[in-house]
Structure formats: structure tokens, C-alpha cells
């Protein structure tokens, strides 16, 4: 580190280098010489609530070696950032964490990067995906919830022809107990739709190893996921979830007490566990 500063948009930008010593081509390995310093700007995660700004001293290097078709090439490091990456490693992995663990909308970071919308988008999409991608947190689950869930009340065409896709989407939800005998739901995963189809499809594309360990599979009480779970979870035992049973309870209380309250008392009374069983 050169050197911090603030800068007109109160931001902090911070000036580095990398440590000096022999570089070899990055082709030939040839040991390069030294030629002068391109500066890199990138965004990095946010530092005493402002945006970071890196200003990184690359190194140049030219390639003696007169058969090598490289004449010069400047330092990558991607533990700093991804060669073009306009965040910084770190940044993508906070950023990626607000999202995964603190439910943060992309707007959100954007405003704390100092950045643009798209900017943050294109960063972490690639991170998602990958994530979304790995099957390893689809090991062990014994106890699988299901839910449906409305995330929009705008038009349901397609994003292309600027609408927002399908309202509905199906959540399932891993409810093993660990072993404490606690349960942390664990959301596996969301998919477009809420018949039971997408339920169907969904248990189908996790294979036989995974069904035949769902022992518990909880609903709630829409008849689609049931004809799913009988479908496809031969050896699941199927049960109402706790908080569906409370949420019905509380409907009928509500109608014979006339009360519209009464939602917040009931769950907060119930803990707000969904119990499996
Ligand atoms: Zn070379």
C-alpha cells in the first residue's frame, strides 16, 4: 500500500504495488525487464461506511526473448482482481455474501460500492451461477419443506417484453435437524411456478440418491406438491408443516374472533419454527 486519500466524492482510494522481484514471460518465461507502470482502477468493498476506490501500480514487463511473440504484458494477480475485472476479488466476495447471507438487493451494494446497477451485476452473476450450480448442499437433507411464494404483483410477461416472468415461485426448504436436534431451514433452492409440476421436476432432476434420503417431506396445503411427493417420494412420510397448521388455526380464529390482527400473535407465539414433524 502507496498511500490512502479521499477524494472530491468522499470516497477513499486507496494506491498499490505489488512487491518488486524477477518476473518471467508470461509465454516464453523468459526473466522480463521493466518497463514503467499502467495505473488500474477498481471498486473495492466498502471501508468506514465509503466506497473504496484501488488505484493498483501495475507493473509492465517487456519480453527480451526475440523469437517470443510477446512484446509486453502487464502483472495479473487474481487474488487482487480478475484480469478486466472492474471489482476487486474482495469485492465480488462481499458483495456475493450480502446477497447470499443479508438478503441485500443489488441496488443496495450498488449504492454502497458507489457504482453502477449493472456494474455490480455482471461481477457476481458468474459467482451465483456457480453457486446455484453446485449440488453439494443438496447432501444430507432427510427433512424437505416446500413452499410457495409470490415475489411480484407486476405483469407476468416475459423480462424481454418488459414484464417480470412468473409471479410464482417454489422454495424448497432443507428442515434436517442438526445434531443438536435444532433445526435451521436451509433454503435449497427456488424454481419458476408453483404447480406441483415444478415440485415434480424439481425432485426428479436431483436424482435417486437424494429422494431415497428425504425421509420427512412437509407441504403446505396445496394439493399439487402432495401429488409430488407421492409421485416421486416413495419412502417419505408426507406432513402438514408447523407453520402452515398455524396459519390455518389462525384463519379460523380470525374469522370467529373477526380480528385481522391476530397473525403476528399466533406466529410469534409459535416461535416462527417451522417444525418438521
Ligand atoms: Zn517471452
Not at 443479508?102 to 449504492?111: D, L, M, Q, S
Not at 411456478?193 to 432432476?205: F, I, P, S, V
Amino acid at each position: 500500500m502507496i498511500a490512502v486519500e479521499r477524494d472530491g466524492l468522499d470516497r477513499l482510494v486507496v494506491t498499490v504495488e505489488s512487491e518488486p522481484g524477477p518476473m518471467g514471460c508470461r509465454l516464453c518465461g523468459v526473466i522480463a525487464h521493466g518497463h514503467g507502470r499502467v495505473d488500474v482502477r477498481l471498486v473495492d468493498a466498502p471501508a468506514f461506511g465509503r466506497p473504496v476506490r484501488i488505484v493498483w501500480r501495475k507493473r509492465r514487463w517487456v519480453c527480451p526473448e526475440p523469437a517470443c511473440e510477446v512484446n509486453s504484458f502487464v502483472e495479473q494477480d487474481e487474488q487482487v482482481a480478475a484480469p478486466r475485472g472492474v471489482l476487486t476479488a474482495r469485492a465480488c466476495r462481499w458483495a456475493f455474501g450480502q446477497i447470499r447471507r443479508e438478503y441485500a438487493r443489488v441496488n443496495g451494494i450498488r449504492r454502497q460500492l458507489g457504482t453502477g446497477w449493472r456494474t455490480v451485476w455482471d461481477s457476481i452473476k458468474p459467482l451465483l451461477q456457480a453457486a446455484a450450480e453446485d449440488e453439494a448442499r443438496f447432501a444430507g437433507v432427510a427433512v424437505l419443506g416446500v413452499d410457495e411464494h409470490v415475489w411480484h404483483h407486476v405483469s407476468t410477461k416475459p423480462i424481454e417484453d418488459g414484464g417480470r416472468g412468473p409471479k410464482e415461485l417454489t422454495g424448497m426448504v432443507d428442515l434436517t435437524r442438526d445434531v443438536n436436534g435444532h433445526t435451521r431451514a436451509r433454503l435449497l433452492d427456488l424454481v419458476p411456478g408453483r404447480l406441483g409440476q415444478a415440485y415434480k421436476t424439481w425432485l426428479t432432476e436431483r436424482g435417486e440418491d437424494f429422494k431415497a434420503g428425504v425421509k420427512i417431506a412437509t407441504l403446505d396445503p396445496f394439493h399439487g406438491y402432495k401429488n409430488a411427493i407421492d409421485d416421486q417420494l416413495d419412502d417419505a412420510r408426507a406432513v402438514l408443516d408447523a407453520f402452515h397448521v398455524v396459519k390455518v388455526r389462525h384463519e379460523a380464529l380470525c374469522v370467529r374472533m373477526e380480528v385481522r390482527d391476530l397473525h403476528r400473535l399466533v406466529v410469534a407465539a409459535a416461535g416462527l419454527k417451522l417444525r418438521a414433524a
